[in-house]
């Protein structure tokens, strides 16, 4: 309560400490109720929806993700095609943009690989690894978890991408899903795959 005593100190005129004492336990009340409700996200889970995860795992969404971080750095037009922002001028030059697109990706795999072990270290510090790994389906698991465990568990659920139905996932470069050890791969193309 400390920082807000130095904040209330600033209001015109300074609040006395048994008003500052209302606010300071309403506002702790009302972070109970949130965290109760069974929509509330947690910090990193919140975090994780506001980071680097395009809204779908398709070109469509990586373009977004991809204009939302650099908009102010990159530029397409018919007339110039791509332009880059390079020390106070927008220069013609592919190789730099796709250096911009690269860099992106290896903040998305960074992030990616952060929250995953995040998650994992909460779901085995709960015990809701093993509460899931022994239940029958993944429905009873959620039901015998507790609150601290459901909320482990949602955002190590939401840290495991779905490939979109009807969507190409598999260009090239392009963070995808290995549906058989479910984990983020990126797409090396069909070059890159082992013909036999």
């Known amino acids: 309560m400390t920082c807000v005593t130095g904040e209330a100190n600033?209001?015109?005129p300074p609040l006395n400490d048994s008003e500052l004492a209302k606010i300071w336990n309403s506002a702790c009340r009302f972070a109970s109720e949130v965290a109760a409700d069974p929509g509330y996200l947690p910090p990193e889970v919140y975090e994780a929806l506001a980071g680097l995860r395009p809204d779908d795992f398709s070109d469509v969404g990586q373009a977004d993700t991809l204009a939302g971080e650099y908009a102010?750095?990159?530029r397409y037009s018919l007339a110039t095609k791509w332009l880059v922002y390079d020390h106070g001028v927008w220069d013609k030059n592919d190789l730099s943009v796709q250096g911009v697109v690269q860099e992106l990706t290896s903040r998305q795999l960074e992030e990616a690989d952060r929250l995953i072990a995040t998650s994992r270290e909460t779901m085995t510090a709960t015990g809701a690894d093993i509460f899931m790994a022994a239940a029958s389906s993944k429905a009873r698991g959620i039901a015998k978890l507790t609150r601290?465990?459901?909320a482990a568990f949602r955002a190590r659920d939401y840290q495991i991408p779905r490939q979109p139905q009807g969507r190409d996932?598999?260009?090239?470069g392009l963070p995808g899903y290995g549906a058989r050890r479910g984990e983020l791969r990126v797409n090396r193309g069909p070059s890159a795959r082992r013909t036999r």
């Open 169 to 172: 996932c598999s260009a090239p």
């Open 72 to 74: 102010n750095k990159i």
């Open 10 to 12: 600033l209001c015109e």
């Open 148 to 150: 601290v465990q459901a």
